[in-house]
């Protein structure tokens, strides 16, 4: 079976609103929860896009009561290490490399903003794709969250008391395998002829897309051979063109 989902970076109080609702509007008109990952006290200068909406938190409710699944997406997005993590994609992270005390007090400081909120999320995702063990020590010990979103293989697979939903794509492709795949955009950062392909991309695979709420998590197992050979394959690659 293949599954495509959606997963949306960066929205915050000072994200480029219209963009994110066209994107959101798009997603409705398919019928598509996707996943949306919620900066909850950004200190990042390129996500401060226009002035603070104090509506914000009145979307992020709206979003979560029509099925979107919610992710903690960092604490402030800044980068404070350049450690790459167990999901080496850059060598810089808001989290790999800090101390256990310290991912605890941003994961703490994070979901407290949520739940003044009334948002509860059940997903996290780093800056940067990049965390550690310790971040997921943090996330148990602060938070109910017990799924991630992130690292490459096939379809989604149970590491400890983790379930792991892959996202390997930051952009449509069409993808010939079997499998869970994840796309994530960046709306903040889309130019319309990005969100018009985003549209038609859409419509003409429309069968194979599902919502995050919608995905059967309940007889996950651990990582498949094929997707350990599939994650070496793809850090290789990275490796030999130099993308790190
Ligand atoms: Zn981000």
């Given at each position: 079976?293949?599954?495509?989902?959606?997963?949306?970076d960066d929205a915050c109080p000072?994200?480029?609103?219209?963009?994110?609702?066209?994107?959101?509007?798009?997603?409705?008109?398919?019928?598509?929860?996707?996943?949306?990952?919620?900066?909850?006290?950004?200190?990042?200068?390129?996500?401060?896009?226009?002035?603070?909406?104090?509506?914000?938190?009145?979307?992020?409710?709206?979003?979560?009561?029509?099925?979107?699944?919610?992710?903690?997406?960092?604490?402030?997005?800044?980068?404070?290490?350049?450690?790459?993590?167990?999901?080496?994609?850059?060598?810089?992270?808001?989290?790999?490399?800090?101390?256990?005390?310290?991912?605890?007090?941003?994961?703490?400081?994070?979901?407290?903003?949520?739940?003044?909120?009334?948002?509860?999320?059940?997903?996290?995702?780093?800056?940067?794709?990049?965390?550690?063990?310790?971040?997921?020590?943090?996330?148990?010990?602060?938070?109910?969250?017990?799924?991630?979103?992130?690292?490459?293989?096939?379809?989604?697979?149970r590491k400890d008391d983790f379930?792991?939903?892959?996202?390997?794509?930051?952009?449509?492709?069409?993808?010939?395998?079997?499998?869970?795949?994840?796309?994530?955009?960046?709306?903040?950062?889309?130019?319309?002829?990005?969100?018009?392909?985003?549209?038609?991309?859409?419509?003409?695979?429309?069968?194979?897309?599902?919502?995050?709420?919608?995905?059967?998590?309940?007889?996950?197992?651990?990582?498949?051979?094929s997707s350990k050979l599939l994650?070496?394959?793809?850090?290789?690659?990275?490796?030999?063109?130099?993308?790190?």
């Open positions: 079976m293949k599954q495509y989902l959606i997963r949306l000072t994200m480029n609103f219209s963009r994110w609702r066209v994107i959101e509007e798009i997603l409705d008109k398919y019928h598509i929860a996707p996943l949306v990952g919620i900066v909850p006290s950004c200190e990042d200068q390129k996500l401060m896009i226009g002035a603070e909406d104090p509506s914000f938190w009145e979307r992020v409710f709206s979003w979560s009561n029509k099925g979107w699944a919610i992710a903690l997406h960092g604490y402030n997005h800044v980068y404070s290490s350049t450690a790459a993590g167990i999901n080496p994609l850059w060598n810089r992270s808001e989290f790999a490399g800090l101390s256990l005390d310290e991912q605890r007090e941003k994961i703490r400081r994070g979901i407290d903003i949520m739940k003044k909120n009334h948002i509860d999320p059940q997903y996290f995702f780093a800056p940067s794709h990049t965390f550690d063990n310790n971040t997921l020590i943090a996330l148990k010990k602060e938070s109910n969250i017990r799924i991630i979103s992130d690292t490459i293989a096939f379809e989604a697979y379930i792991i939903i892959p996202c390997q794509l930051g952009h449509f492709r069409a993808i010939p395998f079997a499998g869970t795949w994840t796309f994530c955009f960046h709306p903040n950062m889309m130019s319309e002829t990005d969100i018009k392909t985003f549209d038609e991309f859409i419509y003409n695979n429309r069968d194979f897309f599902y919502s995050f709420d919608k995905i059967d998590l309940c007889n996950v197992k651990g990582k498949s051979l994650s070496f394959m793809y850090f290789t690659y990275r490796k030999v063109r130099g993308l790190k």
